[in-house]
């Protein structure tokens, strides 16, 4: 089974829990693009769902293929996400942001009264850190605040380089008009601690550490689906 066949094989399991009327948060990435498109056949067979995409590529996505959307100011509450992720630990914690939608990703899941992960088994860690953690920042004194995640690291134990992200010639820019710092912390053995201190930093819109949030992750890989709780 390929990589492809692997993220299908998780988008059509998180489908088994989509119901009839249900208000759904739309992830980002290729995984979660994968759910889109079994979405969007369900719907052409009458399957009645409304979704909140979680950037403009997923509602891009959902609209060419017929996905009804409402925005998350016209539906707060929702009812199920289900959402790709580039790490997940055993404690359900997830590293998230590779595809630079982690702020709306964050907020749609918490809008969320369930949050499913989609995945194939190579996102499956031990301890999260891997994968470069994302930091969305605000533009305005970004060096300042790259210095200021440096000293926090610092003393939680962690280092690395800390990177803006780029796109073509300039800055990747974030659906809300923000920049991506991508951390190589490597092993981070208390990403509960990272989380909160990150958070309380002004220039840090949001970070890629998604605490709490996940019900339950669907991870797929050359045997079938397994679900991890
Ligand atoms: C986007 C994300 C994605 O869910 C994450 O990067 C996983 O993407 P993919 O399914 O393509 O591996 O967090 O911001």
Redesign the pocket.
């Known amino acids: 089974m390929d990589a492809r066949e692997m993220?299908i094989k998780a988008a059509a399991a998180a489908l088994e829990h989509v119901e009839n009327g249900m208000r759904l948060g739309i992830?980002?990435?290729?995984?979660?693009?994968e759910f889109v498109r079994l979405l969007a056949e369900r719907v052409a067979d009458g399957l009645s769902v409304v979704g909140v995409p979680?950037?403009e590529r997923t509602a891009r996505l959902c609209l060419e293929l017929g996905v009804p959307l409402k925005s998350l100011d016209e539906l707060p509450e929702l009812d199920l996400t289900i959402?790709?992720?580039?790490e997940v630990d055993g404690r359900l914690r997830l590293i998230?942001?590779?595809?630079?939608?982690?702020l709306r990703?964050k907020i749609v899941a918490a809008a969320s009264s369930r949050m499913i992960v989609?995945?194939d088994e190579t996102?499956v860690v031990e301890t999260l850190g891997a994968f470069k953690l994302?930091i969305e920042v605000n533009p305005f004194g970004m060096v300042a605040t790259r210095i200021a995640i440096e000293r926090v690291a610092a003393r939680l134990g962690l280092s690395g380089a800390i990177e803006v992200r780029r796109s073509g010639d300039g800055n990747y820019m974030t659906d809300g008009g923000h920049y991506i710092l991508d951390a190589s912390f490597g092993r981070i053995p208390d990403a509960d601690a990272l989380a909160i201190t990150l958070n309380a930093i002004p220039g840090v819109v949001e970070h890629?550490l998604f605490i709490n949030m996940a019900s339950i992750a669907i991870i797929a890989g050359p045997a079938g689906a397994r679900t991890l709780t």
Request: proline share 4%.
């Open positions: 993220k992830g980002t990435g290729s995984t979660a693009e979680t950037s959402d790709g992720a580039d998230k942001g590779g595809g630079g939608a982690l990703e989609i995945a996102k994302p890629g």
